[in-house]
């Protein structure tokens, strides 16, 4: 496949490209959900399982993503077709559709939290998030219409950022958002360390509970989780990968994202986990978004320097989130471009025009936590899916190995099949099985 295409934007180069896609991994699914599925299950086996999963899908999901998307020149539905082409199938290339609607959905209700992250960062600077109104605070966005004015501001700064284009907007944003994120949570984490008590949240992190290996739950939640840190979901990294010159090395691309994606949730871990057991919270490791809007905020009224902390804190939730959230509207963005014709002005005002439209209709709490809830269960695995199968096995293997060597000084070992058209496919279908099962 030919590297070029007519107006077709492109990463600047390799550095770019890898910060882009740490962040559409690194999300708050980093930074809230990995410490309550750790509180969930455990805490050190969690991690443990997470890391060898996060190794698996990093030199399998993620790299044959970025390959397929990069070979394709095109979005989900364009690359299927593609795909089914090589084999002269001239049908079936509509089930592209379905990470494209995943990725678009999620991305609204994603939208709305991003709105509530915008509303605790002005909370923070002001001093409000300090008072003693947290709780209720929090509960005031359980309703219908509750956070309009947050909610499209999240949505003006996110398609303001994508409508300058994949190298000046989306890739310049994460070269300084990213760093910025890490340098942020590294502190943070530091700060934490010298919290009184922080030693059992460490012994809470870091000794293993081996009995909780026989539990399968754990197993599914740490696979789950390492898929949702990675981004994997047939959508965004193919977008990003057909962003990407063929002299790039795709292997060496995914393992930095890999890496990154997990320091970033160790980060996350080693801030909030011994700051929670610091003032005796431990129970509320399962809260769920409170953990991160009410508990966190508690946390900090009672801390040195806590307006201060509050504020890196949620800004730096917020570069996470805001990185993220574009990554799931660029696929849509790009199908209309790529698709339809249509230029990157016209496809980015339609998206935002349907995203706030159906946006402001969810944004009680309860409602965005069933909405995210059934698509990362039942749509967002199902894409992953469907483009492992199609690079893996629709492409054929020798396609695939010529996709994923392109750029690299090295040829990869012969374990590279065996590991992505077997294990990977094989494990993508029994935990969108089991998912479904253990609910």
């Known amino acids: 496949m030919s590297s070029k295409s007519n107006k077709r934007d492109i990463f600047s180069g390799k550095l770019g490209f890898i910060l882009t896609c740490i962040g559409s991994a690194v999300g708050i699914g980093n930074i809230w959900l990995f410490p309550y599925r750790l509180g969930q299950c455990g805490g050190a086996v969690f991690l443990i399982l997470y890391m060898i999963f996060m190794i698996f899908l990093g030199v399998s999901g993620v790299v044959g993503e970025m390959a ?15 795909s089914l082409e090589m084999r002269n199938i001239k049908f079936g290339h509509w089930i592209g559709v379905i990470p494209l609607i995943g990725c678009l959905l999620i991305g609204i209700g994603y939208s709305v939290v991003v709105g509530w992250i915008i509303k605790f960062v002005v909370d923070s600077i002001t001093g409000t998030v300090l008072s003693d109104n947290t709780i209720a605070d929090f509960q005031s966005l359980n309703k219908d ?22 190298s000046k907007g989306i890739e310049k944003l994460n070269k300084i958002v990213m ?14 360390f010298f919290s009184p008590k922080a030693m059992s949240g460490y012994v809470y992190l870091f ?4 009995n909780l290996l026989y539990d399968i739950k754990t197993w599914i939640y740490a696979l789950g989780q390492a898929f949702f840190s990675l981004s994997l979901a047939g959508s965004g990294t193919i977008i990003y990968g057909s962003y990407l010159s063929e002299k790039e090395d795709v ?10 994606s997990f320091i970033s949730s160790l980060l996350a871990a080693l801030t909030i986990i011994p700051a929670i057991f610091s003032f005796g919270l431990e ?106 199968i199609m690079f893996f096995w629709i492409c054929g293997k020798k396609f695939a190995r010529e996709q994923v060597e392109l750029g690299r000084t090295k040829k ?28």
């Open 251 to 260: 292997m060496f691309c995914a393992s930095n994202v890999t890496i990154f």
């Open 68 to 82: 397929f998307g990069r070979a394709m020149r095109t979005g989900p539905l364009g690359a299927f077709k593609k």
């Open 145 to 166: 219409f509750s956070s309009v004015g947050w909610h499209l501001t999240a949505l003006v700064i996110t398609f303001a950022i994508m409508i300058l284009g994949v």
């Open 207 to 210: 000794k293993p509970d081996w």
């Open 283 to 388: 129970n509320e490791l399962q809260s769920g978004p409170p953990l991160m809007f009410i508990t966190m905020p508690n946390i900090f009224k009672s801390i040195p320097m806590g307006q201060i902390i509050s504020i890196i804190f949620f800004v730096a939730v917020l570069f996470a989130a805001i990185t993220s959230l574009i990554n799931l509207f660029e696929a849509p963005v790009e199908l209309l471009q790529s698709q339809f014709g249509l230029n990157r002005n016209k496809s980015v005002l339609i998206i935002a025009v349907i995203s706030a439209t159906i946006g402001i209709f969810i944004e009680n709490a309860s409602i965005v936590d069933v909405w995210m809830d059934v698509l990362s269960i039942y749509v967002i695995p199902l894409g992953a899916l469907l483009a492992g």
């Open 412 to 439: 990869i070992g012969k374990w590279f099949e065996p590991v992505t058209r077997y294990l990977f496919v094989g494990l993508v279908l029994i935990i969108y099985i089991l998912n479904i099962l253990i609910r």
């Open 179 to 192: 760093p910025a994120f890490f340098v942020m949570f590294l502190a943070l984490s530091i700060f934490m």
